[in-house]
């Protein structure tokens, strides 16, 4: 079975700290997202990366950046956080059939 | 650009009720499409796929049909149960440069009731 880990389920920030959200896989998949998912608004892509190093915007990159140094991990980076960043952070591996698989997700919010 | 329309929520029925989720999409191209749910607490797991035209998935006693002459691709089950209980999101997926990303519905809260 696919495994998706994520650093933190809840998480508690205060307005301005930076803020990072940790995504592990335990395979050797190239392609790599993070979204957040508001209610209403479904999921909205952040950031993919297809390789190590290797990273392109989604539909909402605004505030965020990432980091990809290993291949197994992939992480969403807050540099200054704000209340509008308060949200579930989901991210994901893509398998080779293109399907995508979760991890359970980071509630974050920023006070 | 590429977008999907789910049906709004919320969706409550009673047990052994038939289900349906309406899903149509919007793509340039030929995409594949995908229904993924979300229980209480989790992340999104891949509920069924469909690749092409006419293909259907199935899973967990779920289908879903892909109609490319209505662009749609509705979710269906002939009697939901209390464990049905959970947010459903369509998608779909097409290539684009280095990566093939999705694109999700807003997602349908469904309830089912003992």
């Known amino acids: 079975d696919v495994k998706v880990t994520q650093s933190s389920r809840y998480l508690v920030k205060r307005t301005g700290e930076k803020v990072f959200l940790e995504c592990v896989q335990d395979m050797d998949h190239e392609n790599m997202f993070w979204y957040r998912q508001d209610p209403g608004l479904g999921l909205r892509l952040i950031y993919f990366?297809?390789?190590?190093?290797?990273?392109e915007k989604g539909d909402i990159p605004e505030g965020y950046s990432v980091s990809r140094e290993k291949k197994e991990r992939f992480s969403l980076i807050l540099e200054s956080a704000s209340t509008n960043q308060t949200s579930m952070y989901l991210c994901?591996?893509?398998?080779?059939?293109?399907?995508?698989?979760f991890g359970p997700g980071t509630r974050l919010t920023v006070t | 650009g590429n977008s999907v329309t789910q049906m709004e929520g919320p969706v409550t029925l009673s047990e052994e009720a038939f289900l349906t989720i309406n899903c149509t999409y919007t793509?340039?191209?030929?995409?594949?499409l995908f229904w993924y749910v979300q229980y209480p607490g989790e992340g999104l797991q891949l509920l069924l796929k469909?690749?092409?035209?006419?293909d259907k998935g199935s899973n967990k006693g779920f289908e879903a049909t892909y109609r490319k002459e209505t662009t749609s691709f509705h979710l269906e089950k002939g009697s939901v149960q209390v464990s049905d209980s959970a947010v459903y999101f369509c998608a779909l997926s097409l290539s684009s440069g280095s990566a093939r990303q999705l694109t999700f519905g807003s997602g349908t809260q469904l309830t089912v009731l003992p």
């Open positions: 990366s297809y390789d190590v190093k290797m990273k």
């Open positions: 469909a690749t092409k035209a006419d």
């Open positions: 994901a591996l893509q398998s080779g059939s293109y399907e995508q698989y």
């Open positions: 793509a340039t191209g030929y995409p594949s």
